[in-house]
């Protein structure tokens, strides 16, 4: 999309303002899906069409993961370059960044506009998506599935830290029964 992006906007608009054009992926997409449906818009028509948009992307696309990974394409693997992190943020300040952040980074999936969303800045590090994830049946709400990443504990020592991180980046959800047995608990508030 960043490519495609480049080739439909670089001339246009400024380094400076596509930076504030937050919305580009989305835009960039539905200008695809309409000239995929034969309504071209003068972004792409101005491009020489949407042939020509999408030869020119792909050839920069090429490019750079040539430059990221090298010259023989069987070897190239999406997780080289895309990768989680959950950093805290006290990680920011050594050597506080060993003891927060001792799993380092990991290979991930996906990108922004997939199932289980991992976006990443340009340097391919994932820095946005769900931490929390859950998937329920509506139709039978006994049982659900989520993950939470990096873990269920906030505390660097605790063994639940970052033990749910590599279940995150791979979409292993753990089953959770929503039902519990019905008990008269009494609740005593003492001044």
């Known amino acids: 999309m960043k490519s495609i992006s480049d080739v439909l906007f670089e001339d246009q608009i400024s380094p400076e303002m596509r930076k504030l054009f937050k919305g580009q992926k989305q835009a960039v997409d539905e200008l695809l899906r309409n000239a995929a449906n034969g309504r071209e818009s003068i972004w792409i028509e101005e491009k020489g069409g949407l042939p020509k948009v999408l030869s020119q992307s792909l050839s920069r696309a090429v490019k750079k993961a040539e430059n990221l990974q090298g010259g023989s394409p069987s070897k190239w693997k999406w997780g080289n370059y895309h990768q989680l992190a959950f950093s805290h943020p006290l990680s920011s300040v050594k050597p506080l960044n060993y003891l927060f952040n001792r799993?380092?980074?990991?290979?991930v999936g996906g990108s922004s506009v997939t199932v289980q969303a991992a976006a990443n800045k340009e340097d391919g590090t994932v820095n946005h998506g769900g931490s929390w994830r859950f998937v329920i049946d509506t139709q039978n709400m006994n049982t659900a599935f989520h993950l939470v990443g990096p873990g269920q504990s906030g505390h660097p020592l605790s063994q639940w830290y970052h033990d749910l991180m590599d279940d995150w980046a791979e979409g292993n959800y753990?089953?959770?029964?929503?039902?519990a047995e019905k008990t008269r608990q009494t609740l005593l508030l003492k001044p």
């Open 103 to 107: 799993e380092g980074r990991i290979p």
């Open 174 to 179: 753990h089953k959770t029964a929503l039902t």
